[in-house]
């Protein structure tokens, strides 16, 4: 299991613009239908990463709690398929299912979204203001697959109550770690 750590985006950069298929729905979505009014949280996860299945239940969770106070949730796989075929498109409907997601799980089949955030692994959180300014990135918090830590969710959620109150979110945001994105290139 590689550790990979997030490339850390520079705070205040504009979301890039995407249009990719819900694996649930199968239509065509993208970021301006799915922000949200009060910030947009684009979580880059997948279906087989270690990471990403330790914390799915949190991440269903403050999708729930999240979105009735105005925060879009996207989650993203950019994984190839190809080497990796647990992370297709039908599997991803699947796991959005059995996890519960009350938000819509792209598929980006070209990698171009995930370079566009300068996403490096699952789960790689990327949130933004109203106005589409990232204001955090970073851990969903210190749990790791085996480290003992219960999942709290908490570096991220005290960046999403920080966003809605109002008040300034820390600069010093700790990177995620996970598995890096399999790149269909190998050029990362």
């Known amino acids: 299991m590689a550790r990979t750590p997030s490339n850390m985006l520079p705070l205040g950069t504009l979301a890039p613009e995407f249009s990719l298929m819900d694996t649930v729905t199968g239509k065509t979505l ?11 949280l684009v979580m880059f996860i997948c ?6 299945k330790h914390v799915n239940p949190e991440l269903a969770k403050l999708g729930k709690e999240y979105q009735e106070k105005g925060i879009g949730f996207i989650a993203i796989s950019s994984n190839d398929v190809e080497n990796y075929p647990e992370d297709a498109p039908h599997l991803m409907k699947e796991v959005a299912k059995q996890e519960g997601y009350t938000f ?9 979204v995930a370079k566009a955030y300068d996403a490096a692994c699952t789960p790689d959180f990327f949130l933004f203001n109203e106005d589409l ?18 999942v709290t969710g908490r570096d991220l959620r005290n960046a999403m ?28």
Do not use: M
């Open 133 to 150: 300014e990232l204001v955090y990135r970073g851990q969903l918090d210190d749990s790791r697959p085996g480290n003992g830590i219960p």
């Open 104 to 112: 819509p799980y792209l598929y980006d089949e070209t990698q171009e």
């Open 47 to 52: 279906n087989h990463c270690p990471f990403v």
């Open 161 to 188: 109550d920080a966003l809605l109150e109002g008040k300034p979110i820390g600069e010093d945001q700790k990177p995620s770690i996970g598995c890096n994105i399999k790149w269909a290139d190998n050029r990362h």
């Open 30 to 40: 993208n970021l301006q239908t799915l922000k949200g009014d009060q910030g947009t």
